[in-house]
């Protein structure tokens, strides 16, 4: 009877070591590794700005450097809150911690309450950078008004579930799936935000790839500075921040051991992503409202060289 009894819960308490530790190297160690990552590219963000401020008005300048220090004192706060949150869960609580074989949900607290509400947060700036990139990007074609609809309810209805789950509803974890209000809110928080991100993604990459295919017909290979190189498509597009965030969604809803280093990692990577785009910004070499006439200019003017190269040639 208890050699039975110790046979069943050995493997429960390897798999509760299991999700422990992955839990505490994926938050503390990974997810450091992450904000380290960010940190220089906020760095970085700032250095630029400020070495190229005379392209910047005194207000515009000003509104740059309290984007990007927004998004990186809200990274620290969040890499903060979840350090802290593994340390009450595996170290003051260590025992319960090993109670269970999945992820465990931080204890409710001002800690949760300060990280829910700074990842909200995060989620705005993050996703109001996507929309104004995709501004950008479509204001010239004709199809503008009709494209933005979609992206602007995305993300009034992401702003809304987030509030929701990190204020309202702030005494309870985004992280339990037992309280199925909370989950249901973060979950559609997310899936919705993802799909702003996934249809700005295909949007935005497909416009830069028509550009690209267009400017390499007519002159060449493209580079970093003509905005279509295959780095600018892939920055631009938010197409890593939607990598990152189809292996969090997944690991959440599978309410996956792995979920908290997703969680952690996404949460770097989704401050991360618009900081490169504002690098990118800061240096000139981001796209802008101006480029497609910019691009078709140049286009234009390569194929009145070819032509008259051309004229020439028959001339003589």
């Not at 220090?69 to 340390?87: D, E, F, H």
């Not at 189809?246 to 051991?257: E, G, K, M």
Request: charged share 10%.
């Amino acid at each position: 009877m208890t050699s039975t009894t110790s046979t069943q819960q050995v493997p429960d308490l390897a798999a509760a070591q299991f999700a422990a530790s992955l839990q505490i190297i994926g938050t503390m160690t990974v997810g450091g590794v992450f904000y380290g990552f960010m940190t220089v590219t906020a760095a970085m963000c700032f250095w630029s700005l400020l070495q190229t401020r005379q392209r910047w008005s005194s207000r515009q300048l000003a509104l740059l450097l309290a984007y990007v220090g927004a998004l990186w004192a809200a990274g620290t706060v969040m890499m903060g809150g979840i350090s802290q949150g593994s340390i009450n869960t595996f170290v003051y609580n260590g025992a319960r911690a090993l109670e269970s074989p999945y992820a465990q949900a931080p204890a409710v607290g001002s800690t949760t309450l300060v990280v829910d509400t700074t990842w909200w947060i995060v989620r705005l700036l993050t996703d109001g950078m996507m929309l104004w990139r995709f501004k950008v990007i479509w204001s010239t074609s004709r199809l503008w008004r009709y494209l933005i609809v979609a992206p602007v309810l995305f993300y009034l209805s992401a702003a809304l579930c987030g509030f929701l789950a990190a204020i309202v509803f702030s005494r309870r974890s985004v992280f339990n799936a037992s309280d199925t209000t909370t989950h249901d809110l973060i979950t559609s928080m997310f899936i919705t935000s993802f799909a702003l991100n996934l249809y700005v993604t295909v949007l935005v990459a497909g416009r830069l790839f028509a550009y690209r295919r267009r400017f390499r017909a007519n002159w060449g290979s493209p580079h970093t500075k003509h905005y279509t190189s295959m780095g600018a498509m892939l920055v631009e597009s938010y197409l890593i921040l939607a990598l990152f965030t189809i292996a969090f969604v997944v690991t959440y809803l599978l309410n996956s051991p792995a979920q908290y280093m997703a969680a952690t990692v996404f949460g770097q990577m989704q401050i991360t992503a618009p900081l490169l785009v504002m690098l990118r910004v800061s240096r000139g070499v981001a796209w802008g409202s101006t480029t497609p006439a910019s691009v078709g200019s140049v286009v234009d003017r390569a194929l009145g060289a070819h032509d008259l190269r051309g004229a020439q040639v028959g001339a003589s």
